[in-house]
């Protein structure tokens, strides 16, 4: 079976987040990453992003990307979410400590100071061994930098305005993989414990050694843990 997926990226992210997986998954999944770049809210990339969907498709997301999962599988009629994978995603949305991290970086990042930012928040999304990874910290970067500052602010206001998934968890009837790294500071462990408790039947995944940006800390383990979701019926 082929399968069509659905990966949607997180704040100031591209393609470039899930290319391992895209590749890792191309004898069983034709993929696809859409831009969020121009949306204004959690919602309407949902809306957008459901809109531009297959008729059936499977989905997952990364942090933002997460966010707006949910709000997908909240709006989309039944049978055409196949299965959901949640990767760094809190439900509830940012943590008190994000949002402030967020509202003293908007005007450091209207100011011209985008590339500060990213050399800064780059140790603070990645396990703590790989702070000094210099071909991981450019991927990070290039991401960011593409996308500019405009966009940066557009989705740190998006994420300080979302209030969390407001559907009931109890109700994803879908197969579900909740994936977080274990030194993930953002979206700690307990947080990713709590959605896959919440979430029937789901399957947590912690990978040691990995802090937020599992797709590109552990690639491999990502691309497998996708492997085993693609196979769950």
């Not at 005007?107 to 396990?127: K, N, Q, R, W």
Request: glycine share 10%.
């Amino acid at each position: 079976m082929f399968h069509e997926v659905i990966l949607i990226p997180g704040l100031l992210c591209d393609g470039r987040l899930w290319a391992a997986q895209a590749t890792g998954l191309a004898d069983t999944a034709r993929t696809r990453v859409p831009d969020l770049s121009a949306y204004e809210s959690i919602a309407e990339a949902a809306e957008g992003v459901l809109h531009e969907a297959p008729k059936r498709f499977d989905l997952a997301g990364f942090s933002m990307g997460g966010c707006v999962a949910l709000e997908i599988v909240g709006r989309a009629a039944a049978g055409r979410v196949c299965r959901l994978a949640l990767l760094s995603t809190n439900h509830a949305g940012i943590l008190p400590s994000v949002r402030q991290h967020y509202l003293d970086s908007i005007a450091s990042i209207e100011a011209g100071g985008l590339d500060a930012y990213l050399a800064d928040a780059f140790p603070l999304y990645v396990a703590p061994e790989r702070a000094h990874d210099q071909a991981l910290g450019r991927i990070f970067s290039a991401m960011g930098k593409s996308l500019g500052p405009v966009v940066a602010v557009r989705q740190m206001r998006c994420l300080m305005a979302y209030q969390g998934f407001s559907g009931d968890l109890g109700k994803i009837a879908c197969p579900t993989a909740v994936v977080c790294g274990k030194e993930d500071r953002r979206t700690p462990v307990e947080v990713h414990e709590e959605l896959a408790g919440r979430i029937p039947g789901a399957r947590l995944l912690v990978i040691e050694g990995a802090g937020h940006f599992t797709p590109l800390e552990a690639p491999e383990k990502v691309t497998e843990a996708l492997r085993d979701w693609l196979g769950e019926t």
